[in-house]
């Protein structure tokens, strides 16, 4: 059985509960940001594999957000050049 991410988020419409299996934490994260955009930057409680990892994963979101920040940037340089 793979790992699963568990927990809840807030959205505009009250808590959405999830539970989905992955290979590894990065993955699921990447998945439950291109299901919704919000996750991560609203309230919200996650546990991999029965740990908490509520704060690792804002971490990661944001990490991941700024690092399509930065390639946007590099593409619009690129683009004007």
């Known amino acids: 059985m793979m790992p699963e991410l568990e927990g809840w988020f807030e959205t ?12 590894s934490l990065e993955a699921a ?9 919000d996750f991560g930057h609203t309230d919200m409680e996650i546990t991999w594999d029965e740990e908490d990892v509520t704060k690792q994963v804002y971490s990661m979101v944001e990490a991941v957000r700024m690092s399509l920040i930065n390639i946007k940037v590099r593409e619009d340089k690129d683009a004007q050049s």
């Open 29 to 37: 994260v990447l998945d439950m940001i291109e299901y919704n955009e």
């Open 12 to 23: 505009e419409n009250g808590i959405e509960p999830f539970l989905i299996e992955a290979s």
